[in-house]
């Protein structure tokens, strides 16, 4: 799950000057530029980490780029590494994904902002966004349960893992991002622009076409790109329906539809499989891996930057009345809208649908013993400690980032230049958006191998904090630069100083942003699959309440689904894991419900989008 802040068109925010340094009441509240200044340095500290770990990776042996980027052969027995499959499967799904999500995405979009009343478009964009919010292992089960089998009818191949099931996935989940962000850009266009359009006599579809997407087109084009960036970086549902075949790869032009139904990788899943394990944490091995890493980080990156950056740039171009021909030109109208208006159908059966499921076939769910009783791996029993788990993830995670990302979003929205707010603010983007399964393994180094934590609840919740403060910093710095001018002067004119005006004024206005902020991110982090794989859980056997801080794993659902999942073949993992599917959406859908309740109670037509 990603998130996008939709940006003010003012920037940077209230510039504040410098406490006097000889003032008492200056150096009484100083703390509270220290703990802001903290948050910033938790998001460099986590790219430097990052980078880090790559960099010390890459340097531990050596890569033959040339090789790495022209050659399809993987095989780590003849130190021989090849990463053009991996890149060539990454770019196949993602493309597949934009076919199919970009055209029923904004579809669903202008028909959700144009066409439909407020009060029914409301709770139909509501559904979009819970749609957004889904975890994507739930994606990956439902891939297991009905994509591939679908794939395997459709190109007779046995099983259906392959790169159309994983595009067609890939699809499923990015399409409510780009149809949520649309819809924030289309929403922002002012009225006016709409009612000179009509006042020329123009259709809808006409009005639409010259007046409304040519100032939305910069977000809608953003809202592509996030989903682009998710798509790349997205593991664990591509991973349980690729197959993770290597070094395949087209021979000819008509060979690219025929290996569309056949098994692939993808540089996400080459990365989540067990040779990051393998490899150890040094030589040739370890290195190439560090390197695909490399690839991914900066695509995925590059889209994200790129698409934020497009928001923020939305409706530079001005608008052209356009009058089409009068030949047809009701009936293309009324065609137009019905195309739109159906492709609303989509996301809302695909909301339906996953809930008739998710009903269906995770019944046991709907039982209370199985949310009060001790697992007993795949052979049956509840998820009484998968459930304990994920909430004590959640709650240490929200106690480390509430802190890191509200001092970060304070420090952007009321401390920096207009320059330094740029690259303060692409940094916490690009952290974001970093793909979680890299976070995963430079947790997995640091943490658990050089430092010596093993598999541990802590170790999980250092790997799930850089998932929360970029949203949290985002959501604040926002909320900072919305606030009146005069509510600054006012507290200036007093005679504050700035840690006296961020204690009485910024903190009182910002927290509901900032509250909000976090339980977007805790629901983003609560599916979060591929970072606690390498750091925190097991599958059975450890403790409900671990009895330690390091070396003391845990259980959580996302893990728990995951393991099931590949067990397909066994009727009792099958119902585990679909009920706890049902469960990890139920906490992920009330973590989200109160976040847009925090935000239409306190933030009127401000919006986020998950």
């Not at 509240?29 to 200044?37: D, T």
């Not at 149809?179 to 259709?203: F, I, K, M, Q």
């Not at 030949?327 to 065609?335: A, F, N, Q, S």
Request: proline fraction near 6%; glycine fraction near 12%.
């Amino acid at each position: 799950m990603g998130l996008t802040l939709e940006r003010p068109t003012q920037a940077p925010g209230p510039s504040v000057p410098l406490s006097s340094s000889g003032s008492n009441r200056g150096k009484r509240a100083r703390w509270v530029w220290g703990w802001a200044y903290s948050g910033v340095l938790s998001v460099l500290l986590t790219l430097t980490v990052l980078l880090g770990y790559l960099v010390t990776g890459i340097a531990s042996g050596t890569v033959d780029w040339t090789a790495l980027l022209t050659s399809s052969t993987w095989s780590p027995g003849n130190l021989t590494f090849g990463g053009l499959a991996m890149i060539y499967g990454s770019a196949v799904v993602c493309v597949l994904a934009l076919l199919l999500a970009v055209p029923v995405g904004w579809a669903a979009a202008i028909a959700l902002s144009e066409y439909l009343p407020p009060r029914l478009a409301k709770p139909l964009r509501l559904s979009i966004e819970l749609l957004a919010a889904v975890p994507s292992i739930v994606y990956g089960l439902i891939g297991i349960m009905i994509i591939r089998p679908f794939v395997a009818g459709l190109g007779n191949v046995p099983g259906g893992d392959s790169l159309l099931a994983a595009g067609i996935v890939l699809a499923v989940m990015i399409m409510p991002t780009i149809a949520a962000v649309s819809v924030d850009a289309l929403a922002a266009v002012p009225g006016r622009y709409r009612e000179a359009a009509y006042s020329l006599g123009l259709t809808r579809r006409e009005v639409i076409r010259s007046a409304v997407l040519p100032r939305a087109r910069s977000g809608m084009r953003a809202g592509v790109l996030l989903g682009l960036a998710r798509a790349l970086g997205e593991a664990i549902a591509v991973f349980l329906v690729i197959g993770r075949a290597d070094d395949r790869l087209p021979e000819s032009l008509g060979d690219v539809f025929s290996f569309l139904v056949r098994p692939g990788q993808t540089l996400t899943t080459k990365l989540a499989g067990p040779e990051p394990m393998l490899a150890g944490t040094s030589g040739p091995y370890f290195a190439a891996l560090c390197a695909l890493g490399v690839i991914l980080l900066v695509l995925v990156a590059v889209a994200t930057v790129w698409g934020t950056r497009g928001s923020a740039k939305g409706g530079a171009r001005a608008p052209r009345a356009r009058r089409s021909s009068a030949w047809l030109r009701i009936p293309k109208d009324r065609l137009t809208t019905v195309v739109r208006l159906g492709a609303l159908l989509l996301p809302g059966t695909l909301l339906l649908g996953m809930l008739g499921i998710l009903l269906a076939r995770g019944g046991a769910a709907l039982n209370p013993v199985f949310w009060f009783t001790a697992s007993e791996g795949a052979a049956g029993g509840g998820i009484r400690d998968q459930i304990l788990g994920t909430l004590l993830l959640l709650a240490t995670t929200a106690l480390i980032a509430l802190p890191l990302g509200y001092g970060a979003g304070i420090v952007i929205g009321t401390r920096a230049s207009a320059k330094a707010t740029r690259v303060l603010e692409t940094l916490t983007v690009t952290v974001g958006g970093t793909p979680t399964i890299l976070l995963g393994l430079a947790g997995y180094v640091l943490f658990c191998t050089t430092m010596g934590w093993g598999r541990s609840w802590l170790a999980g919740t250092m790997v799930l904090v850089p998932v929360v403060v970029p949203v949290v910093a985002l959501t604040t710095a926002g909320r900072i630069r919305s606030m009146p001018a005069e509510i600054t002067e006012a507290a200036l004119a007093l005679g504050l100083t700035s840690s006296q005006y961020v204690r009485s004024v910024v903190i009182p206005y910002t927290w509901p942003a900032t509250l909000t902020g976090l339980l977007l991110g805790l629901a983003r982090a609560a599916g979060e699959t591929a970072p606690l794989i390498f750091t925190a859980t097991v599958f059975f056997g450890a403790p409900a309440v671990p009895s330690g801080i390091v070396n003391a794993p845990i259980q959580a659902l996302p893990t728990h689904i995951f393991t099931l999942s590949q067990d397909s073949g066994a009727p009792e993992a099958v119902d585990q894991a679909w009920g706890s599917a049902l469960v990890l959406v139920l906490i992920t859908a009330a973590l989200l419900g109160l976040a847009v309740f925090l935000r239409n109670r306190f933030e009127g037509a401000r919006r986020w989008t998950v």
